[in-house]
Structures are given as structure tokens and as C-alpha cells.
């Protein structure tokens, strides 16, 4: 039992005592002013009656002596018993022996007379002596009052009255006035004390209510009910611990949503939300008792397999897993179709406790999304040196965004109808560690994951238009964009503003966007390019032919120009060479019927130019044509270009080939 328990028992326990001793203190308190106000009542009634009978009897000091009464005393007498609150009356002489007892039945003389020792009290003390009783014999009331009152004559003692006073009715109405203001006190007490009580007891349950989320949330994810980190490594040790005993393995599963991102960039959070409540009910669905379900955060879930035989067991478990997530979610009149991404480690030979498998299982799980997510890998040892060269790549992207150590290289273009020099292409490169020149291909995909494209990107577009803008008309600088960059909504400005701090004309400009730019939210990207386009920036399509919609978008969007990946001119070497000849002039023919510009990429043979050539492509690029050159070569071929009629090797390398 928690101490909170416990406490709120004693405190219960404690509140019913003072309760009892409330009611005992009331009834106590009425009974001894009930008691009082009988005893008032009955010495003020017996005084009255003893003065009355004083008066009243003119030989009252010779009757206590023991004489008869006198004729008038006697009709006294007999008239008085009649009175209705004295039932019985007695006289005692001044040494305290009875002479005379009237009831209302009958007046007697005492043959022997009787000592009283209250009388005789009364008579000393020169007051009454009164005792209040109950009784329950039929011949007496209920409660009544034996009041000894002496009879003081100049002073001097002549005699007591003893009255037996009838009190029932007097105490019934103290009684029941007494127990109803008693009663009514007792209550507003109760209410004052209660009150304040109720409230206590509100904060107590509010307060054991908190300690009970708290310790959940120490334990639990908030959002999901799932476990969280701290409860998963605790399970997963025990799991570990136990398998010597039980026998098996264990497989840990590491599943990540794939673009999440988007789904709260299209639903909002509440949208997201629901999402990962769905993912975590569907997954408790999907395990097994003995299972571990934990979220670690954002969108990523851990499941524990327990009682694993072999790899096959894991398999058929990650199929039932991903089957159960990929199911459509509806949110609102949205239909959301997540697909995810499982890295799975198993016990214990990816790992012996819980941090390893964990890493094992993060690592198989970069794997799959490097393999293009919506798939499952396992572990393996190389994925080790993998993370670590990641890391490392990570770290120098880093230190080259804050410290711009990023450089452009530079691949010429030439307009093959006229041999000349038409532009360059920027092209990034990130230096490593060792003087060497990292790939684009090799660090722009991390860039896109660790979103520093915006930045880089930004810094791509300021150099390369400084650059061009000391070059002569018409040369012109082309620029890939990451669709990443385009998220933010400001790829206008930012283009905007490297044109106006470098001094080019926009027309100067070729900005290189891929087809999976377009894939999703086309009406904004659409929207956004025509906003470049206004500004006289040409927008090239890249890669063209390697997509699965380009066709789609040539119609809906005006581009200046199509570069045709480079893939068709590797394939045109090829022994299918035919039919990628066939596909290039196919495609140059529709850029001539859409009035939009051809450039083909990759060319590094004479066969190739002469094939170009021949079907009348506007520009070529490779390295038949040159490499890409930092900045400081890059006077020489423009210089070079302007000198002599340059590509003269263009017309030999026809002449050769016919």
C-alpha cells in the first residue's frame, strides 16, 4: 500500500473520532443543561410551594412538632392535593423527622416518625436540597424532582417541606429545545468543519491522482500510453537476464515513420498526433503478451520479440508489423497512407544488453532508410564502420555550414550549332579532412537529413552568382535546388537576393530542379516556380527521362530547358545503343514542339558529338567538352573560347566519324 494510502486512511480515521467525540460533547452538553435547568425548576417550584404552604398553614411550627392540624389546616390540606405539580408533599419537624405525608390520595400522620438526613441537611445549610430523578414505575412520572425546603420563620427554622415535584413535561420541552439548538449547533459545526475537510480530502485525492500520473509518466509516454525509454531499457535488461533460462532469443525492432514531417506539415500537430495514437493501438494490437512496445520519441517506436526460434520468426513478425501500419488512417476527411521503416537487431548476437541491440537496431534502421525507406533490414557488422563514417561525414558538414568551406567547381556548356561557349554549371564539392574533394552525391542526401540544404543551398546561389557576374555576356550560370529547399516557401527571395548583392542580370541565371521536386504539392511548387520565372530566371528541368511523370509536367509548366541525363549516353555506347539514340531524338523533337531548349549531359566520346550534332541538339555537356574547373582555371577557357573558334575538334570529330 503506497504511503498515500495510508496517510489518507489515518486521516479518515482521525476525522471519524472527532466526529464521535463531536456528537458525545453534544449530547453530553444537553443532558448536564437539561439536568440543570430541572434542578432550577424544581428548587423554584418547591421554594413557591413550601412559602404557599407557609402561609397558607398558620400552625405549620405545630404540626412539625408532632400536634394534629387545625379544622383550616386540614382544608388546606385537602385542597392542595389537588395541585398539579406537586404530587406529594411531606413536613418534616425542625430536627429532620417526617410528620405528615400528603399524596393525592390521602393525608397521614406518621405513626413513627422517620429521620431524613436531607431534611436535616436543608435545615442546616438554610437551603433547599433537591434531587432530580427517573423513574419507570407506573405509579411515579417519568422524571420528577425530590426537593427538602426548610421553612425559615424570624430566622429561626420551623419546619421542612419536603415536595415531590412532577417534571416530566419540563424536561421533554428542555430536552427536546435543548437537543434541537444542540443538534443545529452540532450541524453548522459539522458544515464549518467539513467544509474545510471536504476540500482537504479534494487536494489529498488531487494530489494522489498527481503522484499517480507522475509515476505513470516516469515510466510511460505521455501522447501514446506507450513505455518510455528509461521502462524500456528496465524490460529489455530482464528480457536479456532471463534468456539463459528460457531459452531462444529476442529480436528488437526499430520502426520509424517515414515523413512524418509532411504529415504534420499538411495536418498540423493534432493531425500528427492522432497518427502516432493510431501507430501505438495498432501496434499493442500486433504483439504478443510477452512483447515489449516502447516509443522513444517523435516517430519512433521500439518492439521487443520475445521467444524468437530462428530468423524466420522475425521476419513473419515484422511482416505482421509493417501489415498492421501500413493500413490506411483516416484523419478528418484526410486518408493517410504511412508506410514505415524497421531496423531489427537480434539477441544476443547483435549485442549482449540493452544500449547495443538498441544501437544495432538504429543502425539496421539508417540501412533502410537509405535504402530508400518502406523496408526492412537487419543488422550487420559493417553497418558499424557505416555510422561511423556517417558521423563523420556529419560532423564535417557541420563545420563547412558554419564556416563556409564549401567550393564550386565549374563544368562548361557549349552550344553545339555554333561551337561556342554557352555557360557553366555550378557544382558543389565538400573538402575532407585530407585535402580530398567529397562528391555531391555522397554528402548532399545528409545535408537533406540533417536540413542544412537550406543553408548550403543559400550559400550555393550567393557564390555562384558572384562569380558569373564578372564573366562577359551572354555566359550564364546554372544552379541545382534541392526540392528540399523549397519547403520553406522562399526560394524566390533568397534567388532575389543573391541576383541584387552579386549585380546579375536574372536572365543570366539557370536554376536545375529535378522531377521528384514536383511530386508532391505541385500547385505550390508550381506556383513558386512561376514566381522565378517572372523574374526572367530560367528554369531547367534535370535528369530528364529518369523520372516516372516528366511528360506530365513539360505541359503544365513552361521550362526554358530539358537536360537529358547523362544515363542516355552511357546507354547509347552501349549494344542498345539504337534505342537510346532513338529516345534522345525523341526527346529533343519535343523540345523543339514545346520551344524548349535541349541540353544533354555525359558526352565523352566522338561518336556521341557526332550523334548529337547530327540531330541538332542545343547544348552539350561532359568530359569531352571539359571538367568541372575551380574558379581560378576558369578565365583561362573563357579567354581560350573568345580566342580561337574553340571546339574546333567538333568539326574534325565529324569529319572522323564519317
Not at 619 to 638: C, D, K, M, N, T
Amino acid at each position: 500500500m503506497s504511503l498515500a494510502a495510508t496517510s489518507g486512511r489515518k486521516n479518515i480515521g482521525a476525522f471519524v473520532v472527532v466526529l464521535a467525540i463531536l456528537v458525545a460533547g453534544t449530547w453530553t452538553a444537553v443532558k448536564i443543561a437539561t439536568d440543570r435547568l430541572l434542578y432550577q425548576d424544581a428548587t423554584s417550584t418547591a421554594q413557591g410551594w413550601a412559602m404557599f404552604l407557609a402561609a397558607s398553614v398558620t400552625d405549620l411550627e405545630q404540626i412539625a412538632g408532632g400536634e394534629q392540624p387545625s379544622a383550616a389546616s386540614m382544608v388546606f390540606f385537602q385542597s392542595a392535593r389537588k395541585s398539579g405539580e406537586v404530587i406529594r408533599y411531606e413536613i418534616f419537624s425542625s430536627d429532620g423527622y417526617s410528620q405528615l405525608v400528603s399524596e393525592r390520595d390521602k393525608i397521614a400522620f406518621v405513626d413513627v416518625s422517620v429521620y431524613s438526613a436531607d431534611a436535616a441537611r436543608s435545615l442546616t445549610e438554610h437551603k433547599p436540597i433537591v434531587n432530580v430523578q427517573q423513574s419507570s414505575a407506573a405509579n411515579q412520572p417519568a422524571w420528577f424532582a425530590h426537593a427538602y425546603v426548610p421553612v425559615i420563620v424570624d430566622g429561626r427554622p420551623i419546619a421542612v417541606v419536603a415536595a415531590y415535584v412532577d417534571l416530566t413535561e419540563q424536561h421533554h420541552n428542555f430536552f427536546s429545545t435543548f437537543l434541537v439548538a444542540a443538534a443545529a449547533l452540532c450541524l453548522l459545526t459539522c458544515v464549518a468543519f467539513l467544509i474545510p475537510a471536504i476540500a482537504w480530502y479534494r487536494r489529498t485525492k488531487e494530489k494522489q491522482q498527481a503522484d499517480r500520473r507522475l509515476r505513470f509518466l516516469a515510466h510511460h509516454d505521455a501522447l501514446t500510453g506507450l513505455d518510455n525509454r528509461a521502462r524500456l531499457i528496465e524490460k529489455l535488461e530482464n528480457a536479456l537476464a532471463a534468456l539463459p533460462a528460457r531459452g531462444g532469443g529476442l529480436a528488437v525492432h526499430f520502426i520509424d515513420l517515414d515523413r512524418f514531417k509532411e504529415v504534420n506539415d499538411t495536418l498540423g500537430h493534432d493531425g500528427g498526433d492522432f497518427l502516432l495514437q493510431t501507430i501505438a493501438e495498432r501496434l499493442r494490437g500486433a504483439i504478443r503478451i510477452d512483447d515489449i512496445v516502447a516509443r522513444l520519441g517523435g516517430d519512433e517506436f521500439i518492439v521487443v520479440q520475445t521467444g524468437v526460434r530462428d530468423k524466420a520468426d522475425v521476419d513473419a513478425f515484422a511482416l505482421r508489423l509493417t501489415s498492421a501500419l501500413t493500413a490506411p488512417v483516416r484523419v478528418g476527411a484526410h486518408e493517410i497512407v504511412a508506410t514505415v521503416s524497421v531496423g531489427i537487431s537480434l539477441a544476443p548476437a547483435d549485442g549482449a544488453d540493452s544500449e547495443r541491440l538498441l544501437k544495432s537496431a538504429d543502425l539496421a534502421l539508417y540501412k533502410s532508410k537509405a535504402d530508400g525507406r518502406n523496408c526492412v533490414r537487419f543488422f550487420a557488422p559493417e553497418m558499424d564502420e557505416a555510422m561511423q563514417d556517417r558521423k563523420a561525414l556529419e560532423k564535417t558538414l557541420r563545420d563547412a555550414v558554419l564556416h563556409q568551406r564549401f567550393v564550386l567547381h565549374y563544368q562548361p556548356l557549349f552550344n553545339i550549332s555554333d561551337q561556342s561557349l554557352a555557360g557553366f554549371e555550378a557544382l558543389i564539392r565538400l573538402p575532407a579532412g585530407d585535402g580530398t574533394l567529397i562528391p555531391p552525391l555522397k554528402f548532399i542526401p545528409v545535408a537533406e537529413d540533417m536540413r542544412l540544404i537550406d543553408e548550403i543551398g543559400a550559400w550555393v546561389l550567393r557564390e555562384a552568382c558572384m562569380t558569373a557576374a564578372a564573366w562577359p555576356e551572354p555566359l550564364t550560370i546554372a544552379v541545382n535546388l534541392s526540392p528540399l529547399q523549397f519547403d520553406a516557401g522562399n526560394v524566390s527571395a533568397i534567388v532575389a537576393s543573391a541576383l541584387g548583392e552579386a549585380g546579375l542580370a536574372p536572365h543570366r541565371l539557370e536554376l536545375e530542379i529535378t522531377e521528384s521536386l514536383l511530386l508532391d504539392n505541385t500547385e505550390a511548387i508550381l506556383a513558386e516556380l512561376r514566381t522565378l520565372k517572372a523574374m526572367g530566371v530560367a528554369i531547367v528541368m534535370d535528369d530528364f527521362g529518369t523520372g516516372y511523370s516528366s511528360l506530365g509536367y513539360l505541359w503544365r509548366f513552361p521550362f526554358d530547358k530539358i537536360k537529358i541525363d547523362r544515363s542516355f549516353m552511357q546507354g547509347f555506347e552501349a549494344s542498345s545503343g539504337k534505342n537510346a539514340g532513338t529516345v534522345v531524338k525523341t526527346i529533343i523533337a519535343l523540345g523543339r514542339e514545346l520551344d524548349m531548349r535541349i541540353t544533354v549531359e555525359g558526352v565523352e566520346t566522338v561518336q556521341q558529338v557526332a550523334f548529337l550534332h547530327e540531330v541538332k541538339a542545343d547544348q552539350v555537356q561532359g568530359y569531352f567538352f571539359g571538367r568541372p574547373l575551380p574558379r581560378s582555371e576558369i578565365g583561362a577557357v573563357i579567354l581560350k573560347s573568345f580566342r580561337e573558334t574553340l571546339p574546333a575538334r567538333i568539326p574534325r570529330a565529324i569529319s572522323a566519324v564519317a
